[in-house]
């Protein structure tokens, strides 16, 4: 499991279009390079995938580098950049950055099913993208100043007993 991170953070160091000679024996055979040829980002996050079927982090950052429209071969099968993003929320339903990238797929007000079934807009995947602490932050402030609440496009007040109960889960 340690090679698919390891193969994951070397692609996170790369920028799209650039690549990694491969020098090893083994990243040779790995690859099927020769040595002195190099290795793409995307390759390195299929790479991961092949070590570790369930690295999430690989998954969402393997659909950065498709393009839309685009289906490449990830172990075997066919995959788009949606994909990528259903897969790392099927294996870490708290990554962040899936969502966000899936929501950034759908125009508003579209619809996509997850793997586990559900189905969520745009708005709704974006909705997943607000850490609990942020929202906790936001509704202490807007609970002790008024100020912000007045300040507000779209303030959300909630009952001191909202508040509490909130607080508590």
Avoid at 19 to 36: A, D, M, P, T, Y
Avoid at 91 to 100: E, G, I, L, S, T
Avoid at 103 to 120: Q, Y
Wanted: with cysteine; aromatic share 10%.
């Amino acid at each position: 499991v340690w090679y698919s991170y390891a193969w994951n953070n070397l692609g996170k160091t790369l920028e799209n279009g650039q690549s990694i000679q491969v020098n090893g024996e083994h990243e040779q055979r790995l690859f099927n390079k020769q040595q002195g040829e190099h290795v793409t980002e995307q390759e390195c996050y299929k790479k991961a995938l092949l070590f570790d079927a369930k690295n999430a982090p690989a998954w969402n950052n393997l659909g950065t580098t498709i393009q839309n429209g685009e289906s490449i071969p990830v172990n075997g099968e066919s995959m788009t950049k949606q994909d990528c993003f259903k897969n790392a929320i099927l294996f870490d339903a708290k990554n962040v950055k899936a969502y966000r990238n899936l929501s950034k797929t759908l125009a508003p007000g579209e619809s996509v099913t997850l793997l586990d079934g559900r189905e969520m807009t745009k708005e709704a995947l974006l909705a997943f993208t607000f850490p609990l602490r942020t929202i906790s932050c936001l509704l202490l402030t807007f609970r002790y100043s008024p100020q912000a609440v007045a300040a507000s496009p779209n303030p959300v007040i909630y009952s001191q007993t909202q508040l509490e109960q909130k607080g508590r889960s």
